[in-house]
């Protein structure tokens, strides 16, 4: 099961180069959570900073009980254990198969036999659709088999924290849909907690139950899908329907006369699309009732929220959609 990861005071620079200050948060146990923000804003550092390979300068990152910028180097290796991560291009050993490349937490952190590790190897490359590519190298696989390869080698010490950095970069519109389907379905199964950095509005809008934008070297603002899709904060307003009008400029920000010469422009956000859900049929325990989150808080859902590709509308339907997907088919 997945546990939280509390953030606290958290500043990080190097040298005189202030990454953010004072980020502040808390990522839910079990959910999926994604991490947005311009280039630069160090996200791929944050992440850095939660497993313990940057130390921030000042603030906490509570993961169970441990801190994780003080812990002591074998509590590290420990707490490690944890997390799962998904670096960026799978970063796999291009001389080692992928059988041998998906073992390899295996063989480095636990004293199971082969024939064990032959049996767990099997059944994460069967959880994201590799069966059959244990010989290949690296190199004579494709970018979205080398996520899937990084991704099982992720999950072979059963972790409670899924950390995944851009695991959508280089991958087409088709092969990014199957990575987030697969993401839904690895929540529902194991319930680990998860957090992703993407770039990629597509994936941010339909994937996670919470969002995240950093800007500024700061945390502009985390919470439930539904509330920051609808949000008129210029620069996350900005930044999730894609527009150049806002706060952020070509290079990360704008100053105040270009935001004035701009005038106030307010878009409106564009409508909510219904959420992924797992392809067996099952509602995740993390998935909120479609609207509810804008319901409680007495928000206009922006107009189209929730209609999905057949044309009904999920915050009314919800019940009989729900009722029809656990039939059996
Ligand atoms: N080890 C390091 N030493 C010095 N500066 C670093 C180091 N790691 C990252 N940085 C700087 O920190 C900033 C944030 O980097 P990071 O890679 O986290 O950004 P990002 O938000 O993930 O960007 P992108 O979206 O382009 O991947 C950059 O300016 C980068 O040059």
Sequence with gaps: MGIEIRVEGLRKSFGRQVIWEDVTFTIPAGEISALLGPSGTGKSVFLKNLIGLLRPDRGHVYVGDGDVPRLRENELYEMRRRFGVLFQDGALFGSMNVYDNIAFPLREHTRKGEGEIRRIVQEKMEMVGLTGAEGKLPGEISGGMRKRAGLARALVLDPEIIL???????????????????????????????LIVTHDIGTARVLPDNLGLLFRRGLVMFGPREMVLSSTHPAVNQFFNARRQGPIGMAEEKDQSQIDDEGAYQAMPA???????????????????????????????????????????????????????????
């Design 164 to 194: 995944a950095d851009e695991p959508d970069s280089g991958l087409d519109p088709v092969r990014t849909a199957y990575l987030n389907q697969l993401f839904v379905d690895l929540n529902c199964e194991l319930g680990a907690t998860f």
């Design 271 to 329: 409508p909510i699309p219904p959420q992924l859900m797992p392809s067996d049929g099952r509602v995740r325990p993390s998935m909120r009732r479609p609207g509810e989150w804008l319901r409680r808080h007495q928000v206009k859902p922006p107009p189209g929220s929730f209609i999905d590709d057949e044309g009904r509308n999920w915050m009314t339907e919800w019940d009989e959609l729900v009722a029809e997907r656990r039939r059996p088919r």
